[in-house]
């Protein structure tokens, strides 16, 4: 009897943001991304495989944890500032209750955020003791999830195809990372924002790698098409093995105009940061600092948000797209069998739409899981097993980004950044060479260089400005990371250096502590 496969593959990733404050004062604004990530996803998260593992449920998936989000999860001084900003939720939450004690239904909106602000700060501090690695390094060691390491930085490959010194250094940091946080080389690798051009399969295997996953059209537009299209994964000619994205599953979950458009479901832009006044934010944030987002929401999409939210109405609803999200992809796989022996349907959740912008994407994500009773959940890592018996193909350059290729990663908003972060690669390439074997204040200097090279090169940066959202925050970051760098090779140029100021950016960029900067040395 032919087995149905269905892998589920969740990628989280987050910008390196980290802001050391003085006292008494609060961190940036951007820092709210990550701690609202922590409190609808990853907390969440957490939560459901404890849940799904006492319950013992056979709901096995595949994680991909960014190293800048395992350097933040990792972070004292995150974990700290995340402790606080959940107090002053809490305090929030309780004068919310005051304010609106006359209006019973957002007045049960209020409450229920208050108790998850709550239960929050309760299962991070005491259950997990701030670690959440160390939970996902647990369920990765028990089997329960698969972990895939992906770019040091989150960079797009394609940009630096030509460049294999950069990308032996974003796919070793990677993988060094994933060494260093879960103790163990992975499997699999994936591509941020699935972007692929040719040559970088050489690098993937050059490095262990056994298999990565590629869009739809990448697939499918292959010089020598598939036979099994995207139900059984494929090899390169150096014997990568590649699986095809179920794109159409996957949009349903990912887009703003997929399941989450539903007018029962919580209205996300709707948050009273920007909608009270400043006197009544004061238990939340000083009224002089930039307006944030709260998680205090209390509006459905219905009729413009007009209509009050109901959470029961909503987890429901959301119950019901995960049964005809798996009835969907199940109907593909029954097709499949018919031709295939054993085929496989690969669909990948982006992290922010289980909680972020999607307030009930993890009620949906766990009825997914509990559910699925027409094929057998399977990580990628399992399928490939007799790699030499699979079809030969050379993968079309796709990314799973803008139209298909990365246009919204090089367009007239955020194009300006690349001529910058290329010369600055030329530059930190050559310096590996002409610097192999030095130590003391020299090594401090280009293992800084790499780092600062290294976050120019987050592609998340690129997208913030073609988003339009955090602007300022991504042109700041960038100029930062430019200009320091620049420091950094004018030093190592006229072997003087301020060690007073060397010190300082090592503190607030202290990611990859074991970082070595010979990375980007040309391989002999």
Known sequence: MSEKNLSIIVVAHQPYIRHICAEGELPGAENDIFFGALSQTYIPLVNLLHKLEEENVDSRFSLVLSPTLCAMLDDSLLQQQYVEWLDRCIALGESEKERLSSSPELLKNAVEQLEKAIQNKKDFTEKYDCNLLKQFAGFAKRGRIEILATCGTYAFLPHYADMP?????????????????????????????????????????????????????????SENAPK????????????????????????????????????VYRNQEKDIGFELDENQLETFIKPELPRINTLYRY??????????????????????????????????????????????LVCTIDAFSLGQTWAEGMDFFEELLRKNADSKFTPCAELVKDRFKLEKITPYPSAASGSGYGEDILD???????RYIRKMCERMVDLSGRFPEDTGLKVRLLVLGAK?????????????????????????????????????????????????????????????????????????
């Open 452 to 524: 600062e090279l290294m976050l120019a090169q987050s592609a998340e940066l690129a997208k913030l400005l073609h988003r339009g959202c955090f602007t300022d925050y991504a042109r700041r970051s960038f100029t930062n990371s430019v200009t320091d760098f620049t420091k950094v090779f004018d030093a190592l140029g006229s072997n003087t250096v301020s060690t007073e100021w060397l010190t300082q950016l090592e503190r607030e960029h202290n990611l990859f502590p074991w970082l070595n900067y010979r990375i980007f040395c040309r391989k002999q």
């Open 299 to 344: 509006w459905s999409k219905k009729d413009g948000s007009s209509l009050p939210y109901d959470s029961k109405a909503a987890a429901e609803q959301a119950r019901k797209h995960a049964v005809e999200f798996l009835a969907e992809e199940n109907k593909k796989l029954q097709d499949a069998s018919e031709y295939l022996e054993n085929p496989c």
């Open 412 to 418: 007239s908003s955020n194009s300006w950044m690349l």
């Open 228 to 263: 099994t299209g995207i139900f059984a994964p494929e090899r390169c000619e150096n014997s990568l093995v590649v699986f095809g994205r179920d794109c159409e599953g996957s949009e349903k979950v990912n887009s703003a105009d997929g399941y989450a458009s539903n007018p």
């Open 165 to 221: 010194e950069v990308l032996n250094a974003q796919v070793e940091t990677g993988i060094l990372s994933h060494r260093n946080f879960f103790g163990r080389v992975p499997d699999g690798f994936w591509l941020p924002y699935m972007g692929y051009s040719k040559g970088i399969e050489k690098t993937l295997r050059s490095y262990g790698i056994s298999y990565t996953v590629l869009d739809t059209h990448g697939i499918l537009f």
